[in-house]
DNA sequence: TTCATATGCAACTATGCGGTTGCATAACGC
DNA sequence: GCGTTATGCAACCGCATAGTTGCATATGAA
């Protein structure tokens, strides 16, 4: 629940693609992910881990595949992050304004 | 725009409680927020510069001072990618689902 | 068993980033 | 004007990260 190591993870535009693919695809592995990505399996398998350590991918041993899957779970927490702050600005803006209208 | 850039800059702690300190609190200088963050003021320059590029934040000019407020607009923007990945995830599910229960 | 496939591990390079220090500059108060 | 304060700019250091290549290994298929 690290959110600052949340949104490092989602701050490269090779691993927003990975998760836009999941959030659509079916199945996917780690060599299918890769393919159409214009880097290598290996430069892609790094790019999963570190997805997988933000725990916003989970990878499972299937055989001579990993499968790829969307974890969702950390997702909403970092949303839920966004919107804390933007609530906290909100209510600030809201309690400027009063102070202003009270002519104090 | 750039979803990756705007959470990027949101991937770091000092960033985090800089936007955290913005949302709650009054007006801020570059001075005053780099205080109690455990770093020179050169470095905090530097985060608020980062968070500046990604539109997190606006820096104003003001005599000798530099104002720094939060910029709520991208903030919105990156729990709208969130909750977009979310949605697209949430309709796979239901998709693989009735997949399933229809016996095919 | 034998071959092809999918992956893991290690080493290496280049670049970016967090952080610092030193110096220059502009504005406020006396 | 003069000292103080708030900031900007540049150079530098160390480490993390994105990316690669080469090789080893395990699994599925014929």
Redesign the pocket.
């Known amino acids: 629940m690290d959110a600052a190591a949340t949104f490092?993870a989602l701050?490269?535009p090779?691993?927003l693609a990975m998760l836009q693919r999941l959030a659509d695809g079916a199945a996917y592995?780690?060599?299918?992910i890769?393919n159409g990505l214009?880097?290598?399996?290996?430069?892609?398998?790094?790019?999963l881990q570190?997805l997988a350590g933000a725990k916003l991918v989970t990878?499972r041993?299937?055989?001579?595949?990993?499968?790829v899957a969307l974890d969702a779970a950390s997702l909403a927490r970092a949303r839920a992050f966004i919107a804390e702050l933007e609530q906290r600005w909100d209510r600030r803006l809201i309690a400027l304004k009063e102070f202003v209208e009270d002519g104090n």
Do not use: F, Y
């Not at 592995?29 to 299918?32: A, D, E, F, L, Y």
């Not at 041993?61 to 499968?67: H, I, S, V, W, Y």
């Open positions: 490092k701050g490269d090779t691993r592995t780690i060599g299918s890769s214009g880097l290598s399996r290996q430069g892609a398998r790094k790019h570190v990878l041993n299937n055989g001579r595949e990993t499968e």
